[in-house]
């Protein structure tokens, strides 16, 4: 299982290389100037583009059509990357880099129930955070690089008045009609471990701590006190570097010799001892006990009640966006007063649909809405009700579709140029 997850999560890095994790022999799909794209390749952004699209062919027929556009787009992106490749103008620094690397693994990160769960399945596959930057750091400034060529191409594509004005009445009865939506704010609370309840689950680590200093076995500490599965292996994390694991960790863990214990140590995962069997350059081999700390029955009861009793504040004239900024836990809403943005009525959160059905009172107050993030309060900031679009009232919306229209028709324009200086070969027929 783990194995299928973490296969799929590098899917969805947008990387093409995951057939090097497998003893198969490859084959030349198809070259592009001096591009090749392997028959791995290939089935693999097949199954990428399925997944992202959900896409589901019917008969032959459109599994070839299908199979037609994924590949006709793959030569589209080796000839602008070997025209990005060209252009002496165009650089991409190294923090760039790192930065989308860092982006990429925290998105993958997301879909796993903790970070740890991530890090273990990555150690199943014999893969660290540093093995996954090595092997894709190529083609993420591959992407990069072919990015910015792109985007400085049509940068200077615009549309006049006459253009928006012909698009519109060309594509007027076809555009979609504008959902019914709505413009919310919140304020999340999440369900906290209560200072007691730290210190017991802290008071229990340092137990566990002094029965390995007494001599109990470290590994068969981990199999019997570690929570939700942490104790396998013993608590065997393997080699890590500092890059695998989160800061707090890595003071305590790369701090230590080998066969030294760490203190007790607290991380967004809970409390760690640590102990250091081995050292193999700039990684450590680790082995951890893990107690997760769990919130209580009172800790979920006294934030149902901060939750009810800023409903009735928000409810009785309290500014709703100063409540945001101080109570709130959503950190990339909270400086804005807890504004969200717009929402299609219809493609709601599922958590958010029954609160927001029917919605239509501006500055009405609504809540608590439980999710997995937590408890929501929301506040409407406005309403939009469902629409056709007109030239007069939606010019900006119009005039954004009719550059994309335009966009469009010049990148075709230019694939096809391309096409007429590029080395493209076939081997494989679809």
């Excluded at 590949?71 to 002496?88: E, P, V």
């Excluded at 060529?149 to 006459?162: E, M, P």
């Excluded at 506040?379 to 679009?389: G, H, N, V």
Aim: net charge negative; aromatic share 8%.
């Amino acid at each position: 299982m783990k194995r299928i997850q973490i296969l799929i999560a590098l899917f969805l890095l947008s990387f093409s290389s995951l057939s090097a994790q497998r003893e198969v022999v490859d084959k030349i799909f198809a070259v592009v100037g001096d591009e090749v794209i392997l028959v791995s390749e290939f089935a693999n952004q097949i199954q990428l583009v399925a997944l992202q699209t959900q896409r589901k062919p019917r008969s032959e027929a459109d599994v070839k059509k299908f199979q037609q556009e994924v590949l006709d787009q793959m030569i589209s992106d080796r000839m602008f990357l070997i025209s990005a490749k060209g252009d002496t103008s165009l650089t991409i620094s190294d923090s760039e880099i790192e930065a989308m690397l860092e982006d990429q693994i925290s998105r993958i990160s997301q879909n796993y129930e903790t970070y740890d769960a991530f890090i273990d399945a990555l150690n199943a596959e014999g893969l660290t955070i540093r093995d996954l930057k090595k092997k894709y750091r190529i083609d993420v400034e591959n992407q990069l690089l072919k990015q910015r060529y792109i985007q400085q191409k049509l940068y200077s594509i615009a549309v006049s008045k006459h253009e928006v004005a012909e698009f519109y009445d060309k594509f007027k009865d076809s555009i979609p009609a504008q959902p019914e939506a709505v413009k919310l704010a919140h304020v999340l609370l999440t369900v906290k471990p209560s200072k007691q309840v730290l210190d017991s689950v802290q008071n229990r680590m340092k137990e566990l701590r002094k029965m390995i200093l007494d001599g109990s076995d470290f590994a068969t500490i981990a199999v019997n006190y570690s929570t939700e599965g942490a104790g396998i292996n013993g608590g065997d994390l393997g080699y890590l570097s500092r890059d695998d694991v989160v800061p707090e960790f890595a003071r305590a863990a790369f701090a230590l010799s080998i066969g030294d214990i760490s203190g007790v140590i607290y991380t967004q995962f809970g409390y760690h001892i640590i102990k250091c069997e081995g050292i193999k350059g700039d990684k450590h081999k680790l082995r951890h006990v893990l107690l997760k700390v769990a919130p209580s029955a009172a800790d979920s009861l006294a934030t149902v009640q901060l939750a009810d009793s800023l409903l009735k504040s928000a409810r009785g004239g309290e500014d709703f966006a100063l409540m945001a900024k101080t109570y709130s836990e959503d950190n990339e809403t909270r400086i804005q007063g807890g504004e969200l943005g717009w929402f299609a009525s219809n493609q709601m959160p599922p958590e958010f649909m029954d609160a927001v059905s029917g919605w239509k009172e501006i500055d009405d107050i609504r809540g608590p809405v439980f999710t997995k993030y937590g408890l929501h309060i929301l506040k409407l900031l406005d309403y939009q009700e469902a629409r056709s679009y007109t030239l007069e009232d939606d010019f900006d919306q119009i005039k954004e579709l009719a550059k994309q229209d335009k966009t469009g028709k010049v990148v075709d324009k230019w694939i096809e140029e391309l096409k007429k200086v590029t080395y493209i070969k076939i081997y494989e027929e679809l």
